[in-house]
DNA sequence: ACCTGAACACCGTTCAAGT
DNA sequence: ACCTGAACACCGTTCAAGT
């Protein structure tokens, strides 16, 4: 199992010159294949914020198909199997991704506005950071947050919000969860094709649902999956929030 | 593409008892391995809802990672490539078992009962029935209805009962839609492992979390999952419910 | 039209050998 | 400790050949 150690990460000081990650990416290729011989290095090619790094730019190149071990491993100049000296499987790429994500959604509302605002703030981020990556999705909902410090973080930000907004103490995860839950389906929403509930040929044989469709398109304001999300969220905010005492 | 015609599942009268499907596979492997020669065979071995049946077979016995195409192909005596004279790629067979699956989510408290209630029974079944399918979830959240009959006829009734029950025409879709997110994302919620929130070596660092995470386990009645669900639903079904004209 | 059999271009991962 | 290089056991998919 991977362990993402926050003195791993320093959050401000930047690395030393000479520390592998993505500084190495930049100056290695330079041209003529001077191609490392085996054996240990002097110092090491590879570190965790450098794969991650690669990882990110491989993800917004070429979508998830295109992070594969062996394109990670092309991209660093390293033989795929070098990899493993730094993660278990693929899974730790992914989890490395994942926190690094989880750290751009913005808790910042929290600290500085009611409840309501805050949390809708948070949603929005939220899902608008995963709706670029639902391949993740399915890891993140069987992620123990122990394997992921930032993501932690974040749940510790949120639940003291909530606590403060005089939330009763024994439904703040299920109120986060259940929100949680709402915003990764949603986040999936969001890639869906615009065409998706064009009922085709089956038009005539499904009334109902073919007129609730032309109406929402007829008014359209807004994209289909932000109007779904705004209506879910504010009646969940709404519900969660006759729960404070 | 695959189009699953409504020709080509008929609900009531059960296939003649030389067509192909699951009867094949009960009568077919008896023993010795007498193997058919290239060719074809006088009457077709395979059809979309034998590849079905089978698909199922595989994923209850091992789980997604058992439903190879070439697994498949063996449980149904065929090489891997027969299965391509039916399906165009593996995502058209997710789609027959996606599509299986919807028809079995219970829409017939529309008919009967008030609109509150049959959301409710709606809900916890279709979130039950693919809290067993997750693999699918990214696949039906990108689906084109037209793709699916069955699914669209989960949509037709379940608008109905929303139109029914008073909603205004142009918020029925997005009333849906919301619920639908809400309902996949917890049913990735399901499968979460029971220590998911056990911050471990960070407990002291977060406070908050750790101590709503440990009031929750201990007044816990229910598990955590359908407490969520149930805190979400019931405040997207009050909020909903403020629609109605 | 619908099967077999052989192939293709991958995939994640392992491991001995090297320094 | 941390690389290379060669392998392994898969994967989904294609296609010529056969009837």
């Known amino acids: 199992m ?17 520390s592998p990650g993505i500084r190495e990416r930049e100056t290695a290729p330079k041209n003529g294949a001077e191609r490392r011989r085996a054996g240990r290095p002097a110092a090491a ?13 491989l993800i917004s190149e070429n979508g998830y198909d295109g992070l594969t071990m062996a394109a ?23 989890l490395l991704v994942e926190d690094h994500l989880t750290a751009l959604v913005d808790v910042t509302a929290f600290a500085a506005e009611p409840w309501e605002s805050a949390v809708r703030k948070w949603a929005w981020s939220y899902r608008d950071v995963f709706a670029e990556h639902t ?28 606590r403060a907004a005089g939330f009763p103490e024994e439904r703040i995860v299920s109120a986060i969860v259940a929100l ?28 109902s649902f073919t007129g609730a469709v032309r109406s929402l398109a007829a008014q359209g304001h807004g994209k289909p999956a932000d109007v779904a999300f705004s209506l879910g969220l504010e009646a969940l905010i709404g519900g969660f929030g006759a729960l404070r005492e």
Not at 77 to 90: C, G, R, T, W
Not at 185 to 205: H, K, L, N, W
Request: hydrophobic share 50%; aromatic share 8%; proline share 11%.
């Open 135 to 162: 391949p993740l999705i399915p890891v993140i909902a069987v992620l123990p947050v122990t394997d992921a410090p930032r993501t932690l973080a974040m749940y510790e930000t949120v639940s003291a919000g909530f």
């Open 180 to 207: 949680e839950s709402f915003i990764f389906g949603s986040a999936y929403d969001v890639t869906a094709p615009a065409d998706i509930f064009d009922s085709g040929s089956m038009a005539e044989s499904t009334p």
């Open 72 to 94: 990670l491993a092309r991209s660093l100049h390293v033989a795929p199997s070098a990899l493993y000296n730094h993660v278990e499987s693929k899974r730790d790429v992914l």
């Open 45 to 57: 090619v590879l570190d965790l914020a450098g794969i991650t790094a690669a990882a990110l730019r």
């Open 2 to 18: 991977l362990w993402i150690l926050p003195a791993e990460r320093p959050a401000m000081p930047a690395p030393p010159a000479n």
